[in-house]
């Protein structure tokens, strides 16, 4: 039950790169590395064994890297100790307590509002844009701005510039789940030691502040500076990129899909969201580590293989279930609610907004690595004269 799997139902193939089975998606290299399970009942039960599928890779490069590209990231003392994520037992639960304070559902629930209120100032401006007949990219306008925001404001931890933001964090993501040449590890890992430098002060200042932000909480319950900038380097990316990429699906799922105008009701806009989740999720895999021989729903895992588990992608009839999205088990997605409310606000309040909008330009270029996706771009322009008025 493990790989490949003929995915016959997928509303968004055309959409997503992971509609499919997973080795269709990878190049040889990574096949040879991971094996793909894609049945999501054994997911789930590999999932709630962490003690024996273990969350050890979870911060590993898809790919050997260079020695040019280790020389750099060496020379920066660039290290990711396990933590949250990449961690197991009583450590990781330690943090995960401190951690989930920040993201209660009392907190998440109240900055819905804020969302809504931003949104429509951002549309406000963009409307003037649409008037003039410009196509205007809503990954670039809206998805990028709000995740950021959002994930300050909640943990109160700084946050680099927007365009330094954006660029560490893309850069990142291809560093460690995609497959570079010798040429393009050089520049990213450049990139991850600047972004490794500024995380490695922002956590000093927050620790010597003592303000009660994240990482100070952090650090009063007795996590050591390289594992909160650990948890720093993996909440900044998927702490709000993560968050923006699932916004950019969903944006271009309701255009090409002709659902722009429903999603003015929230239940439409609930389902569209779910329906992303299960099919086209931005996060449609995660990895984990056999730690010892065992046997599982008949099948044969051996000690140190690596494995690679379909979270997304609507296989074997399941394409509307979305309960796998963000996880399953004591590893689950801690912003998960906060993923889910802030792409629905986004949607919703840019429809009322904007109403009349269509998809313009041609087909986006996908980011595509081994457990992350997303439309780069969601080039829009009004439908007729005075729709976004």
Not at 164 to 179: C, M, N, Y
Not at 244 to 254: F, G, K, P, Y
Not at 359 to 376: I, K, N, T, Y
């Amino acid at each position: 039950m493990s790989c490949p799997f003929a995915a016959t139902r997928a509303r968004l193939a055309e959409l997503a790169p992971l509609a499919g089975p997973l080795p269709d998606a990878y190049p040889e290299e990574v096949n040879r590395r991971y094996r793909s399970i894609e049945d999501p009942n054994l997911v789930r039960r590999i999932l709630l064994r962490p003690e024996d599928f273990t969350p050890a890779n979870a911060l590993d490069t898809a790919i050997d890297l260079e020695p040019a590209a280790l020389r750099i990231l060496a020379s920066a003392k660039f290290s990711l100790p396990p933590v949250l994520a990449s961690a197991s037992g009583s450590e990781h639960l330690a943090v995960r307590r401190v951690v989930a304070r920040f993201f209660s559902p009392a907190k998440v629930a109240a900055q819905a509002e804020p969302i809504s209120q931003r949104v429509d100032g951002i549309c406000a401006e963009l409307a003037e844009q649409y008037r003039s007949g410009e196509h205007i990219d809503l990954a670039h306008h809206l998805a990028a701005v709000i995740p950021p925001e959002v994930m300050q404001r909640l943990t109160g931890v700084p946050i680099p510039p927007a365009e330094e933001l954006k660029r560490w964090s893309q850069d990142s993501l291809e560093l460690f789940w995609g497959w570079p040449d010798a040429q393009r590890q050089v520049e990213l890992a450049a990139s991850a030691a600047q972004f490794h430098a500024w995380l490695d002060a922002s956590v000093a200042e927050s620790v010597a502040r003592d303000d009660g932000n994240l990482y100070a909480a952090l650090h009063h319950s007795g996590v050591d500076p390289a594992r909160i900038r650990s948890l720093g380097y993996f909440l900044t990316i998927a702490g709000q990129e993560t968050t923006a990429m699932l916004i950019q699906t969903t944006l271009r799922t309701a255009l090409h899909e002709g659902r722009w105008a429903q999603c003015t009701e929230a239940e439409s806009t609930a389902d569209l969201v779910s329906q992303v989740l299960a099919q086209a999720s931005s996060v449609p895999t995660w990895r984990r580590e056999v730690a010892a021989d065992t046997e599982l729903d008949g099948e044969h895992f051996a000690k140190g293989e690596q494995l690679v588990l379909m979270l997304s992608g609507g296989v074997l009839g399941e394409e509307d279930d979305d309960s796998l999205a963000f996880g399953f088990g004591i590893h689950r997605c801690l912003g998960a609610g906060l993923a889910r409310m802030e792409t629905e606000v986004v949607l919703s309040a840019a429809a009322r907004a904007l109403p009349g909008l269509e998809p313009a330009g041609e087909e986006p270029d996908w980011m595509h690595l081994l457990s992350f996706q997303a439309p780069r771009t969601v080039w829009t322009s009004p439908a007729m004269a005075g729709a976004a008025a």
